[in-house]
Structures are given as structure tokens and as C-alpha cells.
């Protein structure tokens, strides 16, 4: 690139070479960069198809001073097989733009490109994103994107936006300080429309730090009915300080597919650690193999809403059932003395589904409805017993326990809050054995089997709990517990499955009383 700039070239950034500088990366196969600050106009640099463009010490692209809201320092639209090597480092206009139009001045922009790659980049201070991956007219998704490393500091839009990818891998991300306009994220998930594609993405180490918008988010509201694309996204470890939340989900009622955390560690929160707002619990699903929230509502105030570590809110009517999260291992540090585990918002009061939260893999407690866990009021309430099968009598919400957990009485419980809000929480109960039986079910009526009622008798109780073995999850089984009395209840077990060959199958029933502490 130098032999295409002036003999006496400045190198300060204080004029403009862009048209030099392109007609180098037009004209040439291999381009070194000039090992000194340059100027970029709106014009921004076309990186071109089959090109290899070095980065030596010292290199610099500085975006020139803009009136305009949309424009790129790098580019690669509709192109394939680029490499960068080094450290591309880029410095963007908005500490200096003029005016206050537009969001999208970015600082490096692959649209509708295959097989680019990129060494370590660096992209401050940019008027719109740090770094763009999306789509063109021509092609509405980039394939086989790779980058080293992505750190982006004070730009005013996201850190990263990824539009329409398919093969996305970053090795390692450190994104701080996004503030400015919305969304305002550390990492933006966003498909503007039925052709954008969210596959085969792997983010490494990822840091998101003082964002004023969400650490991560995934906005999904462009899609439609006719969207057909399944999302996967791998994220191994995700760091996210004093962001709005760490992790953000909303509109996803058309999208299927994985979310998939290996680990992560939501600190300083400005709300929720973790927060989704008008979701399907039956699409896109959410996994954490680890997360860990301490200290979430840093911005205080007196909305209990965002004293949670987590909150689920389908506040808009007509939506789907909140959910679609598990958590294999949850742990939290420094709660609101008043927060619940988990809050659950509903506007039409619809059942939760696919909420799986805990520390294990063993002992699983389902809870069936918020509503069967008022177990003693003078009504028949129907709850889905420790065993039930998926896709049959699919419980509701899931939590898990360490088996050590049970004896003492340290249990989750769900909690109806006014019309439409729910709660998970922490509760501590001694556990008593009521009975303990060998039975069967013993009776058809139409395509439900029944096992005779059993009486049981406990004083104060707050729940009552059935544990049947040594039937497994391909049993679908609820029970019913009825009040007969001031202390004494009847219980029946029942099932839709057809066990005519099973009729006579005997099984154990274990059922517990549960008094609070």
C-alpha cells in the first residue's frame, strides 16, 4: 500500500488517502498496510475477493471526521476468500461525529461474504457497531467468518452484531462500554427479516463489561410464521459486569433451535442477571451448564421485578408459555434480601413450561401448575408426582436438588403472585413420611387408570408430595390429593397411558408431608 501513497506521505492521520489506499486493494492480490496512522473518508476501504491483506506494527485506521449516519472504515460485501493478518486496529468517529443521524457506522462490515478471516482486531469508538456480520441484497448470508479476537470499546450502537451467519467462530471477545443508542449491547443476535440465519456459531471467551443495553441479546421480533431456519449458538464462556443484564431473550414465538452457555458468570447487573421477555418455552431453548449471578438490581429502586436473579415475562396477551431455560447448575451470591430465585410474569396467567433449574441431575421435583402447590385449600387439586413423561403429562416446571438436600426439607417452591406474576424461591421444610404403600392401579373409566384413594394424615402441613417407584419417566403419572378433613387428605394416582398389560404391576408409593420451618 505504500507505493501507491505519496513519496512525502503524511503519517499522522491528517489527510486522506482513501481513493490511494483503495486503488492499491483493487489493483493488488497481497496488500501490506501502511505501518502508520491513515485517514478513512465515508468512502470507507473495499477489501476485494482473493485477497490477503497484512497488518504490520504500528497501523492505524482512523475513521475522518462524520456528518453521516451510515458508512464502514473496512469492508467485504459480497466477497470470498479473505484473509487479514495482525492486529487490524481501527478508531471510529463518536467522540467527534457531527450531527445525529443514523446508527451504522461501523467499524469493520461482512456482508453476504464467505470464507473471511481475520487476525485480532481492535475497533474503538465507533458512531454505530464495532464489527457487522450480515447480508447484502445478492446474498443474504455469510458463510465461514473467523476472527481471532474482537476487543470493542465505546462504540455507540452493539460491540458485535450478527445479522445472518452461517459458520461463525471467535475465539475470544472483550467488549466494554457500549452506550449511546439502543440496543446498546455487548453481542447482538438480531435477523432483520425470514432470510437471515443464525447457524454454526461458536464464541470463545467472551467479556462483555458496562454495557448500557444488555451483555448479550438475541431480537428476534423481524422473524414471521414462514421463518424455517433452526438457530445454534455455542457460547463457552461468558463473562458479563454491570451490563443492563448479562443475557437478554425476546420475540423468539417463530425461531427453534439451541442457545447453548457452557459457563457463565453474570456480576453487577443493572436488573436481572438473566431476562426474557415475551417468549416461546417450546422453541428457541436456552442451556446453561453453569451459571453463576452474584449481586444483580445494581440500579436499586423498588421494581421487585428486577431483584431476581432471573426473570421470565410474557406480559403481552396472546403469548406463548414463558419458559424454555435449564440450568444444569445455578448458583448465586449477593440476592436482594427480598429477591425470589426465579420471577415468572404472565398477563394471560399461562402455564410455565421447560423451566429447569438446579445444582443436579438426580432427584428431579416437577411441579405441574403454580396453582397445585395450594394444596390445602378445600378443593381437589390435581400436581404432576416426581415421574412423568415428557410429551405425555408434561410437567410444567422443573427443579433440581442434590439428593442431601431432601432429607432436610430444602426445597424450591412456586409461588402465585397477584394475577399474573409467579416466583421460584427458596424454602426450608422438615419432611415427614406419611405413608408408605405397595399398591397397583386397580380401575379403567374411559382411558384414564386409577389406583384406589389412600388416606393420609398430617397437622400443618404446607405441601404434600408423591413419590412413586419404581416406575420410570415412560410412565406419564399425576395424582390428586383431596382435603377430607381439618388433617387428613385422600390421595389417587392416575394415568392416560394404556397399561392393560400392566394392570397388575405393582409399585411402590412413598407420600411425604411438608411442614415449613
Not at 149 to 171: E, T, W
Not at 184 to 193: R, W
Not at 387 to 402: I, K, R, T
Amino acid at each position: 500500500m505504500l507505493r501507491y501513497l505519496p513519496k512525502n506521505c503524511v503519517q499522522d492521520a491528517s489527510v486522506d488517502y482513501t481513493g490511494l489506499m483503495q486503488h492499491a486493494l483493487n489493483n493488488e492480490a497481497l496488500v501490506t498496510a501502511a505501518p502508520f496512522p491513515v485517514l478513512v473518508s465515508d468512502a470507507g476501504l473495499d477489501l476485494q475477493s482473493n485477497q490477503e491483506l497484512i497488518i504490520p506494527h504500528g497501523s492505524l485506521f482512523k475513521s475522518a471526521v462524520m456528518d453521516k449516519g451510515h458508512y464502514e472504515i473496512i469492508r467485504a460485501h459480497d466477497k470470498d476468500n479473505i484473509n487479514v493478518y495482525g492486529d487490524l486496529h481501527l478508531l471510529g468517529d463518536r467522540d467527534s461525529h457531527i450531527g445525529s443521524a443514523g446508527e451504522w457506522g461501523h467499524g469493520v462490515s461482512v456482508r453476504g461474504s464467505s470464507n473471511i478471516r481475520f487476525g485480532e482486531v481492535v475497533s474503538d469508538s465507533m458512531w454505530g457497531d464495532s464489527f457487522y456480520v450480515g447480508q447484502t441484497d445478492k446474498n443474504k448470508v455469510c458463510t465461514n467468518i473467523e476472527v481471532e479476537a474482537l476487543y470493542a470499546h465505546n462504540s455507540r450502537r452493539q460491540g458485535l452484531s450478527v445479522i445472518s451467519v452461517r459458520g461463525l467462530r471467535i475465539k475470544e471477545l472483550m467488549i466494554k462500554r457500549i452506550h449511546g443508542t439502543g440496543p446498546a449491547a455487548g453481542i447482538d443476535f438480531e435477523p432483520n427479516n425470514d432470510s437471515g440465519v443464525l447457524q454454526d456459531i461458536h464464541l470463545g471467551n467472551v467479556l462483555t463489561q458496562d454495557c448500557e443495553g444488555y451483555g448479550i441479546m438475541i431480537y428476534l421480533k423481524l422473524l414471521t410464521e414462514a421463518y424455517k431456519e433452526r438457530i445454534d449458538i455455542t457460547i463457552d464462556n461468558h463473562i458479563d459486569i454491570g451490563s443492563l443484564s448479562g443475557f437478554y431473550k425476546t420475540a423468539d414465538q417463530f425461531a427453534e433451535g439451541i442457545i447453548h452457555f457452557k459457563k457463565a458468570n453474570y456480576a453487577r447487573s443493572q436488573r436481572n442477571g438473566v431476562f426474557f421477555r415475551d417468549t416461546d418455552a417450546e422453541k428457541l431453548k436456552v442451556y446453561y451448564e453453569h451459571l453463576h449471578i452474584d449481586s444483580p438490581f445494581q440500579s436499586g429502586g423498588t421494581d421487585n421485578r428486577y431483584m431476581s436473579p432471573i426473570l421470565i415475562q410474557n406480559f403481552t396477551a396472546g403469548m406463548t408459555a414463558p419458559g424454555g431455560l435449564e440450568i444444569k447448575k445455578l448458583t448465586t451470591s449477593g440476592l436482594h434480601p427480598d429477591a425470589q430465585l426465579v420471577k415468572i410474569r404472565s398477563a394471560d396467567k399461562v402455564p410455565v413450561k421447560n423451566l429447569r433449574i438446579g445444582h443436579d441431575e438426580t432427584d428431579i421435583v416437577k411441579i405441574a401448575d403454580v396453582s397445585s402447590l395450594v394444596l390445602m385449600s378445600d378443593k381437589s387439586v390435581s400436581v404432576a408426582p416426581n415421574y412423568a413423561a415428557a410429551g405425555s403429562y408434561d410437567p410444567l416446571v422443573s427443579v433440581f436438588h442434590p439428593a442431601t438436600y431432601i432429607p432436610t426439607g430444602h426445597r424450591f417452591a412456586v409461588k402465585s403472585e397477584g394475577a399474573t406474576d409467579y416466583a421460584i424461591a427458596y424454602e426450608d421444610y422438615r419432611v415427614e413420611t406419611l405413608k408408605t404403600l405397595s399398591t397397583r392401579f386397580q380401575k379403567k373409566i374411559g382411558d384414564t387408570y386409577y389406583m384406589y384413594p389412600v388416606t393420609v394424615r398430617g397437622d400443618f402441613l404446607k405441601y404434600i408430595n408423591v413419590v412413586v417407584m419404581p416406575l420410570t419417566e415412560d410412565v406419564p403419572i399425576k395424582y390428586v390429593v383431596t382435603k377430607t378433613g381439618t388433617y387428613s387428605y385422600s390421595i389417587v394416582l392416575e394415568t392416560t397411558m394404556n397399561i392393560s398389560a400392566m394392570a397388575s404391576f405393582l409399585f411402590t408409593v412413598k407420600i411425604e408431608g411438608w411442614r415449613k420451618l
